[in-house]
């Protein structure tokens, strides 16, 4: 199986930068790409990141500029960057990871983690 674990949440101040990481161990040979998604009650789950096995990076437009993530040296590590947080930015960021459904393989898929929380102060 495939478990993901992510770390580097918590409490910082608006304006400044945290750094959350995720990482793939198990059975990872099904990971296509992996994605951050974020969520706050009451809201619908929000993508704000995704890489995929080839390195190649995404974020929407609603974060472009302050999230940026990119490839751990490790296999299915990835990071998340996010700098000039805002208040707004708080939410709870889990990480997942995504197979080509198409092949009919791993029915496992999705996999998600555990999320982590980050809050940030005005």
């Known amino acids: 199986q495939t478990q993901l674990v992510e770390s580097g949440g918590g409490l910082v101040q ?55 993530i990119s490839a751990g040296n490790t296999r299915h590590t990835n990071y998340l960057l996010i700098n000039n947080l805002k208040p707004e930015d708080t939410a709870v960021y889990s990480c997942n990871a995504e197979t080509d459904y198409t092949a009919g393989f791993c029915l496992t898929f999705p996999v998600w983690g555990q999320g982590t929380q980050v809050i940030v102060s005005s």
């Open 14 to 68: 608006a304006g400044g930068s945290l750094r959350l990481s995720c990482a793939a161990s198990g059975d990872t040979s099904c990971i296509s790409f992996m994605n951050w998604y974020r969520q706050t009650p009451g809201k619908e789950r929000e993508l704000v990141a995704r890489i995929t096995n080839d390195v190649i990076t995404y974020v929407p437009d609603s974060v472009k500029g302050r999230f940026t």
